[in-house]
């Protein structure tokens, strides 16, 4: 099982917004910065969050992320077709000396 | 353009050994942390190892320590993940990605390895 915890999936119709929480200890959301990588059906995962919320260049502002304590939330606005992907968050866990992804989240759009 | 393009995959048998190779360019590929990222079929995503920039400085998940070795060849733009004793659960794209500060940027495209008798 994965260090980290996430929904195994979420949906929304067009237009709505949906959020996807990941779930960490003090190990590693807790003392370090949490990124957020979407994987679109058969391609490689990108970077769309890091830094907890910065968005790399030509990431829209419809997707945005947070964190509190030693959980952290992406969340996506206007959902859009476009959008239907495995969402995965990750962060350094310095317990592990190890980089620990979530188990995913895969994002339907009704 | 950054461009990580990995290589060296294929089908080997349980117990054998192969050496995967990423060619980077569009960097300076000399002052980066390099990572190994793996992705079972229809399974998530699982971090691999990493190297600092000099090749000094090396983790590894646990699953694969003691088996799997990485390099880095600055003068020629390339990393390697060298795999030993080789498992079916080792049965995976391998992803190489390159890191700025505690997060992953860049991705190749992958190659798949297939552990299998």
């Known amino acids: 099982q994965s260090v980290l915890t996430q929904p195994p999936s979420v949906s929304a119709a067009p237009g709505q917004k949906v959020t996807i929480s990941c779930s960490g200890s003090s190990s590693n959301i807790g003392a370090n910065s949490v990124s957020w990588y979407q994987q679109l059906p058969g391609t490689a995962p990108k970077l769309l969050i890091y830094d907890m919320d910065k968005r790399p260049s030509g990431i829209p502002d419809r997707f945005s992320g947070s964190k509190s304590a030693t959980s952290a939330t992406l969340g996506i606005t206007g959902l859009q077709t476009g959008d239907e992907a495995d969402y995965y968050c990750?962060?350094?866990?310095?317990?592990?000396?190890?980089?620990?992804f979530g188990p995913g989240t895969k994002v339907t759009v009704l | 353009e950054v461009q990580l393009v990995e290589s060296g995959g294929g089908l080997v048998q349980p117990g054998g050994s192969l050496r995967l190779s990423c060619a980077a360019s569009g960097f300076t590929f000399s002052s980066y942390w390099m990572n190994w990222v793996r992705q079972a079929p229809g399974k998530g995503l699982e971090w691999v190892a990493n190297?600092?920039?000099?090749?000094?400085?090396?983790n590894f998940v646990d699953s694969v320590k003691g088996r799997f070795s990485i390099s880095r060849e600055n003068d020629k733009h390339s990393m390697y993940l060298q795999m030993n004793s080789l498992r079916a659960e080792d049965t995976a794209v391998y992803y190489c990605?390159?890191?700025?500060?505690?997060?992953?940027?860049?991705w190749g495209q992958g190659t798949l390895v297939t552990v299998s008798s």
């Open positions: 990750g962060a350094w866990d310095n317990s592990l000396s190890a980089y620990v």
């Open positions: 190297i600092n920039p000099d090749g000094s400085g090396k």
């Open positions: 990605t390159r890191a700025g500060g505690n997060y992953l940027v860049y």
